[in-house]
């Protein structure tokens, strides 16, 4: 079958992506032509500004070299420059007379210089700061002139004004607003940047307005001149003034250009469905993006729909931005100008050169603007992005992640003072070296990929911050985190939240179904995905949707914990910790049995008993008799008590009971993630309720509950969400709070986590406000657990595959 | 000389799961059963940290070792990128639904496992076997 045509006008980084992501999901389907105006191949636009400060070489920031293109049967052509496109007949005709047939086009023209219309604009030695050549005119001008203006104080002047004072020229930046980078920065910040650059030796005329170049009887820029009459020397005037999409082609093509060619959500051009624009040149709901993070999630879904998949939509981006002027550190992100109903919390200290303002709308952060301390910019940003409800953190959120503690990186939160020895994500070993090289190397932006090719951050996760520091002061400013709606996986453009909504909407019952609907790129997923849907299956149609034990991890699968060298271990169920010598003695007489080598006490007041042999695991609960203590699950793991009034001289309520009743009401629960309960008699708190999923404590006239609390990776306190008098009151809070959890949690998102996304106003409503609905919800957890086998003993009734517990021998 | 020796049938195991197989000496063999019945079989043991691979989520072509997320190709037995290392690979046969092991290669004395020499073990493509031909991929 022949191949169609597929060509590509532009070899930026936006449309070779698209070409990346092309290939791997449909690395058969098209021939491909690329025609390129420039004599290089693809190239880290955004590190120009590191080769003109001298800290990088071209060399070494080519992203695609032409073996490349050579290596995926790539027609390149360098130096041509499309100029005509036939649509009738579908062919793309180069300035040399080359025709190019296509069946797809894409426009990827990237953007042009703004250059203002001041008479003296042609004069040798004024120029844009835009490619290669424009840098290399740069250095070549800092050997032999002395005097540089930059017109325009935004990012890329900025840029380009420190690079050439690195290499010798005496700089002025012009800049016709009040402040400098006005559109990243407030007024403050915005002086704290200039007086920084001053001290640096930059000279500013900021609010002045250009009326002239003036050149030299050889046809050489000398001046420049303003509208006060005042001039200023330069051999060499860089124009920054900003970008313009490149529209020249498609709006000669007839395509419908409004400040970018205007492309619909699929990243076609909305007057032709074969042609299809990416990157700066596009122009989707009404914005052209210029970083390069947006033009990356741009390039994936135009891929998708180029390779026939039609999944996948573009919705547009939130941006962050960070300069890259070595030592200096700002950033901003999101609406940070404030006013209006917005509030602000402002840090300013002046003579250390710090500033932060955090913008706050209805409890939720939607901007910032960090200078001289931009270390928690990303954990900002993710807030922006994702909406959170702040209320809870409100009064350290000033103060930054560090300060609401995390062993992740604890103490050293500033990526850039690390050295590149030291360990950056401990669960996999890798250190900040390795982790700088394989972004400057392999060409990374995201986290996803830095994960994917380091493995950082990858495990536990509680480094992720940190990771994304080192990729923002590595990439530049082009590195926006990771794209708004995490999707599940690699399998899938899905959100954990679609995923949910697919489910519950369409009424779907199996794996499959799952994936059919929702376009998943692999036959039967992945290790991620599948227990998360498997998940989400049983936890919407309880007793509808079957549970599937091989999309669950082998300690849900087999009952047990798997351990390191292979064997597993065994917890037994103790009600609420409590215990009795004829159960201690068949724990005894197991141990012995079966040569179990350890017997540990747990966090959670229970035995555990370590390096059971895969094939005893079956004889040893029938040995115990006792009730799977699912300490293997994410599910209901214990509820820890104190003794209580029973026994205890200052107790106030009998917590041992009151335990009881939970584990009794909630084992068996699967959950996003495993949950741990709690309950003390006193406020002396001696079973550790503040730190419990959901805590429990007696006080004289009944029982506080908290909720969310987290012992793990990072120590988070339970909240408070209400006093209730009853021990059926107890049950049915409890019950209806982990419901919500059940029903709206994403698959490995703690309480703490979750309640921190949704709020705890939310919860708060649905739980505590709505005495109906909590009834529903403590309901619908009786319901789904009513009749669940106990695993250990009705292996039939759970499903469990026993033929895995009998090795087959040879 | 191969000695096909029957261990189960392929319904005996579960579709994107795997049985355990025992063996005197050498390690344990884990056996996998993909989505579309195909049938692969590897040494026991992750190339990272010896993990149970007959443990681990199996999907696609792969495995997700239970211990540390490895993901392991079931037809070359190696790690997917960044990670680097493989397991060992066994021949297969599957005759009527009837899964066979080669007792010989069974027999063999364990070794470091690498896709080159594997394919001189396996002494070319039987044309029985149902297990895939012999990767030209070397160890990334």
């Known amino acids: ?810 | 000389m191969r000695n096909w020796k029957t261990i189960c049938r392929v319904d005996e195991i579960p579709r994107l799961g795997a049985r355990k197989v025992t063996r005197k000496s050498g390690g344990d063999i884990a056996v996998f059963r993909t989505a579309d019945d195909r049938v692969f079989a590897l040494l026991d043991r992750c190339p990272h940290k010896g993990g149970p691979l007959s443990q681990g989520i199996v999907f696609g072509d792969s495995v997700a070792c239970p211990l540390h997320n490895w993901t392991i190709g079931l037809a070359d037995g190696c790690a997917a990128a960044p990670d680097v290392g493989c397991a060992q690979r066994f021949s297969v046969r599957v005759d009527d639904g009837a899964i066979a092991l080669d007792l010989s290669e069974l027999a063999l004395p364990q070794r470091d496992a690498d896709p080159g020499t594997a394919s001189l073990v396996r002494g070319g493509n039987d044309a029985a076997a149902a297990s895939v031909e012999a990767p030209a991929k070397a160890a990334a």
């Open chain 1, 1 to 810: 079958m022949k191949k169609m045509n597929l060509v590509m006008v532009g070899n930026g980084m936006a449309g070779v992506r698209t070409l990346e992501e092309l290939l791997k999901i449909a690395p058969d389907l098209y021939d491909i032509t690329v025609f390129g105006a420039e004599p290089h191949p693809n190239y880290n636009r955004i590190l120009l500004s590191p080769v003109l400060a001298g800290e990088q070489t071209l060399a070494d920031i080519v992203l695609n070299p032409v073996e490349w293109y050579a290596g995926h049967g790539i027609a390149l052509h360098l130096g041509r420059k499309v100029v005509d496109v036939k649509r009738s007949r579908r062919v793309a005709i180069a300035d040399d007379g080359t025709e190019a047939p296509y069946d797809r086009l894409l426009i990827a023209t990237g953007s042009n210089p703004f250059i203002p219309p001041l008479p003296g604009k042609d004069l040798d030695g004024v120029i844009a700061y835009r490619d290669i050549a424009d840098t290399n005119a740069m250095i070549e001008t800092a050997k032999t002139h002395k005097h540089a203006v930059v017109i325009g104080g935004g990012l890329l002047g900025l840029e380009a004004a420190n690079g050439l004072m690195l290499r010798g020229m005496s700089v002025t930046v012009v800049h016709l607003m009040p402040w400098l980078m006005e559109r990243q920065l407030d007024e403050v910040a915005g002086g704290m940047l200039q007086k920084s650059l001053e001290s640096r030796g930059l000279k500013f005329r900021i609010g002045a307005q250009t009326e002239a170049l003036l050149g030299d009887d050889s046809g050489r820029v000398k001046a420049v001149r303003f509208k006060d009459g005042s001039e200023e020397q330069a051999d060499l005037v860089v124009m920054a003034a900003g970008i313009r999409p490149n529209t020249a082609l498609a709006e000669q093509i007839g395509l419908h250009c409004n400040r970018g060619v205007v492309v619909n959500d699929t990243m076609q051009t909305i007057t032709d469905g074969r042609i299809y624009a990416v990157g700066e040149c596009a122009a989707h709901r009404g914005i052209a993006y210029g970083l390069v993070a947006p033009l990356f999630e741009q390039a994936k879904v135009c891929a998708t729909h180029l390779a026939e998949f039609g999944i996948g939509r573009y919705l547009g981006s939130q941006t962050s931005t960070k300069l890259k002027v070595t030592g200096i550190d700002l950033f901003s992100a999101g609406d940070f100008s404030g006013g209006g109903d917005t509030e602000e919390i402002v840090l300013s200290d002046p003579s250390n050169s710090v500033y932060k303002k955090l913008v706050v709308k209805d409890d939720r952060l939607i901007g910032a603007c960090l200078y001289g301390d931009t270390a928690d910019g990303s954990w900002y940003f993710d807030m922006v992005r994702e909406g959170r409800d702040i209320a809870s953190i409100r009064d350290h959120l000033m103060f930054g992640q560090q300060h609401l503690g995390d062993t992740g990186h604890a103490g050293n939160s500033r990526a850039s003072t690390m050295a590149d020895s030291a360990e950056v994500c401990g669960c996999n070993g890798v250190k900040k070296g390795t982790i700088v090289k394989a972004i400057r190397d392999q060409g990374l932006f995201t986290l996803d990929e830095v994960r994917k090719r380091t493995k950082a951050s990858g495990s536990c996760g509680s480094c992720t911050g940190l990771v994304e520091q080192i990729l923002m002061a590595t990439a530049g400013a082009g590195y926006t985190a990771a794209p708004k709606l995490k999707p599940v996986c690699g399998c899938t453009d899905a959100n954990h939240q679609q995923v949910r909504d697919a489910i519950r909407e369409q009424h779907l019952l199996t794996i499959a179904a799952v994936y059919e609907e929702l376009g998943w790129r692999t036959p039967n997923g992945c290790a991620s995905c599948r227990p998360a849907v498997n998940y989400y299956l049983i936890s919407t149609w309880p007793h509808e949707a079957l549970d599937d034990p091989q999309s669950r991890f082998i300690n849900e699968r087999a009952h047990a914990n798997i351990q390191k060298n292979g064997t597993f271990s065994v917890v037994p169920r103790m009600w609420a910790g409590e215990t009795s010598a004829a159960e201690l003695r068949r724990i005894a007489d197991v141990v012995d049995k079966y040569r179990i080598p350890t017997v540990k006490v747990t966090g959670g007041q229970r035995i555990d008993l370590l390096g059971v042999k895969k094939e005893d695991l079956k004889a040893v609960w029938q040995d115990l008799g006792m009730p799977s203590g699912h300490a293997y699950g994410k599910t209901l793991r214990t509820v820890k008590t104190c003794v209580g009034s029973e026994w205890c001289r200052f107790g106030t309520q009998d917590s041992t009971t009151m335990g009881k009743e939970l584990e009794r009401a909630l084992w068996r629960m699967y959950a996003p993630h495993k949950v741990k309960l709690a309950v003390s008699g006193c406020p002396r708190n001696c079973a550790e309720s503040g730190i419990k999923d959901v805590g429990v404590i007696g006080v004289d006239s009944g029982w506080e509950i908290y909720v969310a609390g987290n012992g793990g990776i990072k120590t988070d306190v339970a909240q408070f969400l209400c006093k209730v008098k009853t021990h059926a009151e107890v049950l049915e809070y409890s019950a209806a709070f982990l419901q919500l959890y059940r029903e709206e949690g994403w698959y490995l998102e703690r309480t703490v986590h979750y309640v921190g996304r949704v709020g705890l106003d939310h919860v708060k409503a649905k739980v505590l406000d709505d005495a109906a609905n909590r009834a529903r919800l403590a309901e619908r957890l009786r319901f789904a657990l009513d009749g669940l086998p106990d695993p250990w003993f009705e292996h039939d009734k759970a499903h469990i595959d026993v033929r895995q517990f009998e090795p087959i021998a040879v």
